[in-house]
């Protein structure tokens, strides 16, 4: 089947947005229920995506400025951004392959949450390098950071998406798909590596975020373009608490984030490893000196020579680092 053309990536996935929506793998309500106003977050099941709502859960942050929460695992950003889009969903979590969606307007990022290096090009025992990857089957989830990783690693071997197979899957389908030898490659990430780990031991990792230092990856949460500000403001300054305090008590962060997704504190752990944490201090001095645009403005001209974006436009427009800034009253 060839593959969504990135310009009709998020109109074609309008179909499937609802239902994924009301399906998504759990959801639970937090912060108290019935007490202040309902937020609905997204969230992607991993360690950077769970643990400031974990956190927020557990130090009940949302009841101390006067929120609730509801909260819903999501496969990756793009559904959640629809999400938005649709009204099914009130805040996101996405990873950096997705910030082509809030900078061509169809969300605003409300806070950095962290960077991370979790996103692999993978291929099956054998091959050995990404040039061999050429003339084969690579699966991707589009508009998610396993296509944008894909695509760094073939520009630097001097190679196009044209000269691979790319095949369009979810990210439950690479894990079965590569585990039985369907795909010879993936634009993947951890957790969901290690997944396919216990099943292809001797997989490859051919190419990593930190092969290309000269990228930033950041994390991101994101609202809906239109978004309330004074309920913004509150979410916002319950994960820059929540962020904190992960900060300060990581290994207890990692023990809440495991409980939340049902997976051991190893796995997580592991999944640990991958991240930067900044500190809630950290993430506005880099909003002050233009660390943070610069982070965007890299990602952008990036996805402006893949064609997720026909220009690059300035990070203000959907990033508001003066409301992030402010809430965190410094």
């Known amino acids: 089947m060839a593959p969504l053309s990135r310009r009709g990536f998020v109109t074609a996935l309008s179909a499937s947005a609802l239902s994924l929506t009301a399906a998504a793998c759990s959801s639970s309500s937090s912060g108290g229920s019935g007490g202040g106003s309902k937020v609905r977050f997204g969230y992607i099941g991993d360690f950077n995506g769970s643990s400031l709502l974990a956190i927020a859960d557990d130090q009940g942050l949302w009841k101390k400025h006067g929120l609730s929460a509801d909260v819903k695992v999501f496969t990756n950003g793009p559904i959640q951004i629809q999400a938005l889009g649709s009204g099914d969903l009130d805040y996101g979590y996405i990873g950096p392959g997705a910030l082509w969606l809030p900078a061509s307007g169809k969300a605003k990022l409300i806070a950095i949450d962290t960077l991370t290096y979790a996103d692999r090009v993978i291929a099956q025992p054998g091959i050995t390098s990404i040039e061999q990857l050429r003339g084969k089957k690579v699966a991707v989830t589009e508009g998610t950071s396993g296509e944008m990783i894909l695509d760094l690693a073939l520009a ?16 439950a389908t690479i894990v079965s798909a590569f585990s039985s030898g369907q795909i010879d490659g993936a634009g993947f990430y951890y957790p969901l590596i290690d997944t396919i780990k216990k099943r292809k031991p001797k997989l490859v990792e051919l190419a990593a975020d930190r092969d290309f230092p000269d990228h930033a990856f950041p994390t991101a949460f994101v609202s809906g373009p239109k978004a309330d500000a004074a309920r913004t403001a509150k979410v916002v300054k319950v994960l820059q608490e929540a962020n904190d305090w992960r900060s300060a ?4 962060a990692i023990k809440l984030s495991a409980k939340m997704l049902q997976v051991t504190e190893a796995q997580t752990r592991a999944d640990a490893a991958n991240v930067e944490l900044l500190t809630t201090a950290q993430l506005v001095a880099k909003t002050k000196d233009g660390t943070v645009d610069k982070w965007l403005n890299g990602l952008a001209d990036f996805f402006v020579s893949t064609g997720q974006l026909k220009k690059a436009p300035d990070p203000s427009s959907y990033y508001d680092g003066a409301a992030f800034t402010k809430a965190s009253g410094k």
Do not use: L, R
Not at 249 to 252: N, S
């Open 249 to 252: 008590h990581k290994d207890e």
């Open 156 to 171: 630097k071997a001097g190679m196009k998406i044209s000269d691979v197979k790319k095949v369009a899957m979810d990210p």
